[in-house]
């Protein structure tokens, strides 16, 4: 991007492909982390003159209008962060693209509906995908890629869009890699990862690359059950993925042969419930040993034993990698598990990378200072796939 600022954008429609995909309750955004992460390149583009549009993703409609989704709030939020009155449009491709675009002044900003309020953005078809990008090349001169978050999507936005245009990437992606990069080249040992969520199968390719590189991998959340179960111990009605059970006792054993640390949880919170996230009613659980969830609960946190032990393989890592809650942290009697990963983060003198965008908005909602970590990505999966060494159509295409 600061060669395309170099050579002058005044007057330049510039199209930023952004990932403002934030979560919602009832129309409020609960965590502006990625509108922030993005304000840097749409403000430099507009101090230089740019007419800038900004278009996003925001959940998974089925490429057809639908309020729920609309982009609308995140418009206004970005207007309120930039201090300037950000023009909405409130079609992607139509009428009102065309005028919100076409009135633009020089260093102002747009934000553009929905792209998945269109089916092919999303779609398996190029010629489909295609066509919807040539409509969207239509709208600018300039293309900036910075939507991190969705680099890994094979997307008409991500990446048929940038092969019609002159292209660069902005600041959050330039960010975003180099910090991965540290991780995937000469990473600084200990190199610690935790790993949480709720689907060992979204995990499990990165798992396999982590075993040749990591030195020691913490697992936590709802997959832990499904390592406990192939370690033959009960789990009650805990989550499982019961097919990923041989996968994973494959992983054990490479784990073993490679004196990579793969560690499970000692103890865990269980209850027959799961909790009340709206009312947070206070839940019942019990505190058992990881072997000993009886019957008919579910584990819901790892327990205190498991956090001092976590915490102590945490403490002297020189790099740690962490993605995904370890326990059901939206709701304040299983959040400890969750707190304690991230506290021993900020306590460690590594250098801290979070990544996904659950842990992320963990971290802050549970109250941690942000600048307390090396670097909190914006992407989910696609961090996990850079991780796994896969080729991400949204930085091929712009040769990052
Ligand atoms: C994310 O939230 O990880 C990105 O915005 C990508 O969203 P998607 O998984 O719906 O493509």
Redesign the pocket.
Known sequence: IDELLAEGVRGKRVFVRA?L?VPLAGGTITDDGRIRAVLPTIAKLAEAGARVVVAS?LG?PKGEPDPAFSLAPAARRLGELLGQDVAFATDTVGASAKETVAALADGRVAVIENLRFNAGETSKDDAERGAFADRLAELADVYVGDGF??VH?KHASVFDLPARLPHAAGYLIATEVGVLKKLTADVKRPYVVVLGGAKVSDKLAVIDQLLGKADRILIGGGMAYTFLKAQGHEIGISLLQEDQIPVVLEYLARAEKLGVELVLPVDILASSDFPDLKGKTPAEFITVDADKIPADKEGLDIGPKTRELYASKIADAETVFWNGPVGVFEHPDYANGTKAIAQALTESGAFTVVGG?DSAAAVRTLGFDENAFGHIST????SLEYLEGKTLPGLAALEV
């Open positions: 990932d995909n993703h998974r978050g969705a999507r965008g992407g989910g999966g696609a």
